[in-house]
């Protein structure tokens, strides 16, 4: 049986270009709030991860998805998928903030419920959620736990933002306004230290060009494109291909000439910091084999002193 027809052209706009009030997935607190209040609506299973939820409802869901906004034929393979990026997302932060609660929501049934607890207590689920608070918390190689400051908004919302402002957009940009402090310090030490790094290169940058020529060369020449690809060089991605201090924008990123040694400077800083850290070991090793053999011969020169007595 088909659906009946459903007249969708006065709905918000969808398209990846965000013009003429276009909307788009991360984009727009609207659409987010939509994709919720669909799985809300519509959470028919102990489903506490996004593989557990059963192909039928995802495809239900994009159907509801689909009464809420409009969008041309041609990218709605391109929506789908966005779609399910972005619910899988907020399933994961929805399920994790009841969890932590402790307390049934009203969109969770009883007995979906129990079970989910019941999944949550086993000796293997609690294992994993303690490695993953551990990794949160982890030194990260003496630089402490990542924090930031944008909240609840997207790093894809704070760029919005800055360009909406007519304000740099740039990642560096984006990096600092979501690391910083309004002193200018910033609350993650691996974010001071790619903002360091970021202006090195930039000084090293402007230095080429000079060379070449140019005159009056400084930091605001630089257009966004050359700032994004010394912030990716500064940066370097991870071992999972994420660049620090991006969030979500790591996946929209632009071809900028990144090669593989754009990765090669923070893992310098990271082998650099590590043996530091392995000197600083060995030191106190030293230190500590040294106290022993101090110990060790001011007992023998107790025991010479000793005997010396007794032939005296």
């Known amino acids: 049986m088909e659906e009946p027809y459903v007249d969708r052209s006065s709905l918000p706009v969808l398209h990846p270009s965000r013009l003429n009030g276009a909307k788009w997935f991360k984009h727009h607190t609207e659409v987010s709030t939509a994709v919720r209040k669909v799985i809300q609506g519509c959470f ?5 991860s996004w593989r557990k939820v059963p192909g039928f409802y995802k495809r ?86 990542h924090s930031h400051r944008a909240g609840s908004r ?32 910033y609350v993650d030490q691996r974010a001071q230290l790619v903002a360091e790094i970021y202006e090195k290169h930039v000084q090293e940058r402007l230095g080429q060009r000079e060379s070449a020529g140019e005159e009056n060369v400084t930091a605001e020449t630089l257009d966004k494109n050359e700032k994004n690809e010394i912030y990716i060089k500064a940066a370097g991605p991870s071992k999972q291909g994420h660049v620090f201090g991006l969030g979500a924008l790591s996946e929209i990123l632009p071809s900028v000439g990144a090669s593989s040694s754009a990765s090669q400077t923070f893992e310098e800083v990271e082998t ?28 023998m020169e107790k025991l010479v002193e000793s005997l010396a007595s007794q032939n005296a």
């Open 60 to 145: 239900t869901w994009f159907s509801l998805f689909q009464k809420k906004f409009n969008w041309e034929a041609a990218i709605n393979y391109q929506v789908e998928r966005e779609f399910n990026k972005l619910a899988a997302y907020r399933l994961k932060g929805m399920i994790s903030y009841v969890k932590n609660g402790g307390e049934k929501p009203d969109w969770i049934l009883l007995e979906h419920w129990t079970i989910m607890q019941g999944h949550w207590a086993t000796a293997k689920v609690k294992a994993i959620s303690e490695k993953a608070r551990r990794s949160r918390l982890s030194d990260r190689n003496g630089l402490g736990p």
């Open 272 to 299: 650099i910091t590590h043996r530091v850290q392995e000197m600083e070991t060995d030191l106190k090793k030293s230190l500590e084999e040294n106290q022993q053999i101090q110990k060790r011969l001011e007992a």
């Open 44 to 48: 028919k299973g102990a489903w506490y």
């Open 154 to 185: 997207s790093f894809v919302k704070v760029q919005d933002t800055l360009e909406a402002n007519n304000e740099d957009y740039s990642f560096i940009a984006v990096m600092k306004k979501t690391h910083q402090k309004p002193d200018g310090t």
